[in-house]
Antibody, heavy 119, light 110 residues
């Protein structure tokens, strides 16, 4: 069965960096595009970034462009989100999700990992 | 403020029907597919509808989706208390090259 397991969350000071990972299993990881989506406490869903199945294209939300980098290692079945220059407003649960068909069909989601940016 | 507009809340009695609207523009809903997601308290979102009106395997036909012009609608019939959740629409915005979500709608089954 398809499984997505995020890790790497925690408490970090503003301006510091953090790298999230999403370990995928149960499907051919290299055949699927992948997203990161976040949700601030008590707020709605906010899309963060997408990477094509082969890593050839990436797109970012304006709120993270230039600070966050999405990447993948298809040999390790793992998706990453490198987060630099973190801000208090980046505090959220971060989910990875698989592209099911068109880019807005998120067919499987991980359980999420909490990132708290605080001094 | 989200680019896609959803009502903050809707409510209905068990067994009744409810619809949730999602309003956008020609750069997003008008020319791209819409998906709908259900988020139960404390859990990750789950897809209910994709490609405007398709249900993934395992999603009951009580859930339906439609799109007309620059708006989309999620319909839920035979409401159950277990349907109480937040619902989000999502689509691609061709002008911005980003995925966008609606602000979410909280469904209360009275």
């Amino acid at each position: 069965q398809v499984q997505l397991v995020e890790s790497g969350g925690g408490v970090v000071q503003p301006g510091r960096s953090l790298r999230l990972s999403c370990a995928a299993s149960g499907f051919i990881f290299s055949s699927y595009g992948m997203h990161w989506v976040r949700q601030a406490p008590g707020k709605g869903l906010e899309w963060v970034a997408i990477i094509w199945y082969d890593g050839s294209e990436e797109y970012y939300a304006d709120s993270v462009k230039g600070r966050f980098t999405i990447s993948r290692d298809n040999s390790k079945n793992t998706l990453y989100l490198q987060m630099n220059s973190l801000r208090v407003e980046d505090t959220a649960v971060y989910y990875c999700a698989r592209v099911g068909g068109n880019v807005v069909y998120f067919d499987y989601w991980g359980q999420g990992t909490l990132v708290t940016v605080s001094s | 403020q989200s680019v896609l507009t959803q009502p903050p809340s809707v409510s209905a009695a068990p067994g009744q029907k409810v619809t949730i609207s999602c309003s956008g523009s020609s750069s997003n809903i008008g020319n791209n597919y819409v998906s709908w997601y259900q988020q139960l308290p404390g859990t990750a979102p789950k897809v209910l509808i994709y490609d405007n009106n398709k249900r993934p395997s395992g999603i009951p036909d009580r859930f339906s989706g439609s799109k007309s012009g620059t708006s989309a609608t999620l319909g839920i019939t035979g409401l159950q208390t277990g349907d109480e959740a937040d619902y989000y629409c999502g689509t691609w915005d061709s002008s911005l090259s980003v995925v966008i979500f609606g602000g979410g709608t909280k469904l209360t089954v009275l």
